[in-house]
């Protein structure tokens, strides 16, 4: 995605986006030497995402808020941590959210980008999490109500599931308490899990009529607004999502 846009802007020359193995006892040792080898920035994923939060320098405020990165920049030996989870998130939605009720699944870093985003845009957020306790820390820190059984599925106008159920064909209808003909065609629904084919929860949303956005296009849009940072150059949108498509 990212080294396909470097193409299409006729930078593929002088950069490059390229995958680098860490293991977490040498995850800081690796950062610090990125600025000095040429390196502008990184992507962080899991496992490292709470250490980049607390090795970097300096925190975006929406990162800080969040308390959790994906995204850091350098400048000279500065290590700066961002999160464009969020703002990606926001941008994949066909609307704003804003006075929205919205139903979030999961409490790790993924759902807090999504919570926090969600309520910074004026939607009301309740969250639900296998393990309660999480959903608990995270409204508390994040916002948003902790629910241990949501409301009817239909009173919700935007579900979200940031959860990692799906990730390996896990039945999304029984881990998570979303029925499959309980959808409506007012409804947007989202699947930040992503994968070749459209998710079994995408799937019954869209047989209801309702809007989905898949993991890809949060994928996309988060990773455009790394490559903005990091380039300060407008990111082709259509050739990033064709790439991660393909
Ligand atoms: P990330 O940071 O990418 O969000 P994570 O922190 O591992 O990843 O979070 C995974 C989320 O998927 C958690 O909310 C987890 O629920 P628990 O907190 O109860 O572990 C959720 N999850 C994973 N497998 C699940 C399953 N089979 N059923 C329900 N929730 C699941």
Redo the contacts with the bound molecule.
């Keep these: 995605m990212h080294n396909a846009a470097l193409a299409e802007l006729g930078m593929a020359g002088e950069w490059g986006y390229e995958a680098i193995d860490v293991a977490p006892d040498r995850f800081e040792e690796r950062v610090r030497a990125m600025p000095g080898e040429g390196f502008v920035g990184a992507n962080v994923t899991?496992p490292h995402?709470g250490a980049a939060l607390s090795l970097a320098d300096e925190l975006s405020e929406t990162a800080r808020e969040i308390g959790a990165a994906n995204t850091l920049a350098f400048e000279d030996s500065v290590v700066r941590a961002e999160n464009t989870d969020a703002e990606g998130l926001l941008r994949a939605l066909p609307a704003s959210p804003a006075g929205q009720r919205a139903l979030v699944f999961?409490?790790?870093?993924?759902?807090r980008a999504v919570v926090w985003a969600l309520l910074r845009e004026g939607a009301t957020v309740d969250v639900w999490?296998?393990?309660a306790l999480?959903a608990r820390y995270l409204c508390e820190e994040v916002g948003g109500e902790p629910v241990s059984a949501p409301d009817d599925q239909r009173d919700y106008q935007l579900i979200v599931n940031?959860?990692?159920?799906g990730l390996r064909g896990?039945d999304v209808f029984t881990?998570?308490p979303v029925y499959r003909r309980r959808f409506t065609a007012e409804q947007v629904v989202v699947d930040i899990v992503y994968g070749h084919e459209p998710s079994e929860l995408l799937r019954a949303a869209a047989a209801a009529g309702a809007q989905t956005v898949d993991g890809i296009e949060v994928l996309v849009q988060q990773g455009a607004l790394s490559f903005q940072i990091w380039t300060g150059r407008e990111a082709p949108l259509d050739t990033m999502r064709a790439a991660a498509r393909a």
Excluded: D, F, H
Aim: overall charge positive; glycine content about 16%.
């Design positions: 899991v995402k999961g409490a790790g870093g993924a759902a999490n296998r393990t999480s940031s959860t990692a159920v896990e881990q998570l």
